[in-house]
């Protein structure tokens, strides 16, 4: 009779799996680390805020740092009181500018982009092409005519001023992005609109965006965040809290005499929360515009 011998296997360690884990981890506190920091800041003292080492809890919190946007101490008036006074109105202007962008770059899009994803010409790949060597030109090159032309125009220290001028910026990737989204919703949709007799806008309207409005969301989002964070022209285009952006009005908190890192950091966080807003409430259509953009050519 014979006798059957097991042998043991050998474990086998995961090696891939765990250097995959350990790049993932690494990447999100890459990511996550540099935002804790400021949102743990705005709630110290200054002192905690500059102490060796650093403090990465706050030891005694306080909410002092962003009261003083509405009522500052006389060392927050002193050290950036000028910033800490136009912060609130930087604020509001960022959101006006930001989505009047958004609004005009999403409507000249989505005609220049239904064009180029429905219709043929001649001469369409040259002219996206085109379209994107606009958006490659340095904006220190274009600075100063467009400061001379909006001087000109009498647009200095306005609304409008920045916003043709992210508009310019932003439009040609706008039209990208939708042009590849757009050619991924079926014709027979519209076609069928059509043997319905609907026209060419309410076919658009009620048939054709809807179904495109990922890709939208995607591109609105696209402009609103490059209006947002966009400092050079917001820097030479305004000069009074009527038209200044947060970026440059949080650039001035950094002044010769001191530097106050934890109202600094305060104002941070509020120039994110309504971008980070915007991006968490249209998680899921942005990423279905996206990644429907890039599979789809």
């Known amino acids: 009779m014979s006798t ?7 474990y086998r360690i995961p090696w891939k799996k765990i250097v995959l884990y350990v790049l993932a981890v690494a990447f999100a506190l890459y990511l996550v680390l540099p935002f804790y920091w400021i949102v743990a800041m705005s709630f110290m003292h200054e002192v905690d805020a500059i102490s060796v080492p650093p403090h990465w809890i706050p ?12 009522h500052p101490s006389e060392t927050q008036q002193l050290v950036g009181g000028r910033a800490i006074d136009e912060t609130p109105y930087s604020l509001r202007n960022s959101l006006i ?45 274009i600075i100063i005519p467009f400061y001379l032309l909006m001087r000109t125009l009498g647009l200095l220290d306005t609304y409008l001023a920045l916003i043709l001028s992210y508009t310019t910026f932003a439009l040609p990737i706008t039209i990208w992005i939708l042009k590849d989204f757009f050619r991924s919703v079926p014709r027979e949709l519209e076609e069928a609109a059509r043997v319905d007799r609907c026209g060419w806008f309410r076919a658009m309207w009620s048939v054709f965006l809807p179904v495109a409005a990922p890709g939208l969301v995607a591109a609105a989002v696209f402009a609103f965040m490059t209006a947002w964070n ?17 970026p440059v009005v949080a650039a001035n908190f950094a002044t010769d005499f001191n530097t106050q890192f934890t109202v600094m950091a305060a104002a941070g966080v509020l120039a994110v929360v309504p971008p980070l807003a915007l991006a968490l409430l249209f998680q899921r259509k942005l990423v279905q515009g996206m990644a429907a953009g890039s599979v789809k050519g």
């Open 97 to 141: 500018v930001a989505t009047s962008t958004a609004v005009l770059n999403l409507v000249l899009a989505t005609f220049a982009a239904y064009s180029f994803s429905r219709l043929k010409f001649r001469g369409s790949q040259v002219l996206l092409v085109l379209y994107l060597l606009t958006r490659m030109v340095p904006g220190i090159a």
């Open 230 to 246: 966009e400092f050079m022209f917001a820097l030479f285009l305004t000069s009074t809290k009527a038209a200044k952006t947060i």
């Open 4 to 10: 059957v011998v097991k042998v043991p296997l050998r």
């Open 59 to 70: 030891v005694d919190p306080t909410l002092e740092n962003y009261l003083g946007f509405i």
